[in-house]
C-alpha cells in the first residue's frame, strides 16, 4: 500500500496568513495527488485534484503544487471560513490512501 | 443539481448485516465509477470499495475483503454496499463519492462529488 505522510497534523493561522501543509507518497503517484476540506459535521470537499488542479468554484487562494512523491497545498491568504480538516489522497494505486489529516483552526 | 443520498445504516449487532444505498441525481450514474468511503468516530478518512462504470472492475480495502459486497444498478441510479459479518471496528460515517474521472475506479480527478454519509454502529 502507499503510505500518504501528511504534516503537520494541526496549526493554527491568523487571518491573512499564508498556510502550507505538506503530503510525501511512500513512492511516485504520478501526480495523482487530490486535496479535500472537511469542515465539522460536513463531508468532505474535494479543493485539489491532480496535484495542482482547482476544482470548480473554488476560491483561487487555494492551490497545489508538486510532482513525484512530495506534494504542497497552499492557503494564499486564509480566511475564517478555512477553519476546517485537510486531507491529501492519493487515487494512483489501490488501495486508494488518504493522508491522517491536518486540522487547521484560526488563531 | 448533482447530488448523492445514502441510507440504510443503523445500529447492528456484530457478526450481523447490513445493506447501504446510495441515490444518484443530476449527472448521468453510467459515466461514473463510485466509490464508498468510512470515517470511524473523530478518525480520518478510509477508502472501503470501489466499483467501475460498468461494474467490470471491483475492489476492496483488506479491512473489509471476503465481507463487504459493492454493486450498482444503473436503472435505479443507484450504488449498493452489503455488509456481512459486521465487527465493532466497521462502526462509521460511510460515504458514497463519485470519481471525477469518469469510468474508471483509479487514476485522475478525485472524488468530485460526495454523499452527507449514512452511520453505522456495530454493537451488542
Known amino acids: 500500500d502507499i503510505q500518504m505522510t501528511q504534516s503537520p497534523s494541526s496549526l493554527s493561522a491568523s487571518v491573512g496568513d499564508r498556510v502550507t501543509i505538506t503530503c510525501q507518497a511512500s513512492?511516485?503517484?504520478?501526480?495523482?495527488l487530490n486535496w479535500y476540506q472537511q469542515k465539522p459535521g460536513k463531508a468532505p470537499k474535494l479543493l485539489i485534484y491532480d496535484a495542482s488542479k482547482l476544482d470548480t468554484g473554488v476560491p483561487s487562494r487555494f492551490s497545489g503544487s508538486g510532482s513525484g512523491t512530495d506534494f504542497t497545498f497552499t492557503i494564499s491568504s486564509l480566511q475564517p471560513e478555512d477553519t476546517a480538516t485537510y486531507y491529501c489522497?492519493?487515487?494512483?494505486?489501490?488501495?486508494?490512501?488518504f493522508g491522517q489529516g491536518t486540522r487547521l483552526d484560526i488563531k | 443539481e448533482v447530488q448523492l443520498v445514502e441510507s440504510g445504516g443503523g445500529l447492528e449487532q456484530p457478526g450481523r448485516s447490513l445493506r447501504l444505498s446510495c441515490l444518484a441525481s443530476g449527472f448521468t450514474f453510467d459515466d461514473y465509477a463510485m466509490h464508498w468511503v468510512r470515517q470511524g468516530p473523530g478518525k480520518g478518512l478510509e477508502w472501503v470499495s470501489g466499483i467501475s462504470w460498468n461494474s467490470g472492475s471491483i475492489v476492496y480495502a483488506d479491512s473489509v475483503k471476503g465481507r463487504f459486497t459493492i454493486s450498482r444498478d444503473s436503472a435505479k441510479n443507484s450504488l449498493y454496499l452489503q455488509m456481512n459479518s459486521l465487527r465493532a471496528d466497521d462502526t462509521a460515517l460511510y460515504y458514497c463519492t463519485r470519481a471525477g474521472g469518469g469510468y474508471e475506479i483509479t487514476g485522475t480527478a478525485g472524488m468530485d462529488v460526495w454523499g452527507q454519509g449514512t452511520t453505522v454502529t456495530v454493537s451488542s
Open positions: 513512492q511516485d503517484i504520478n501526480n495523482y
Open positions: 489522497q492519493q487515487c494512483d494505486n489501490l488501495p486508494i490512501t
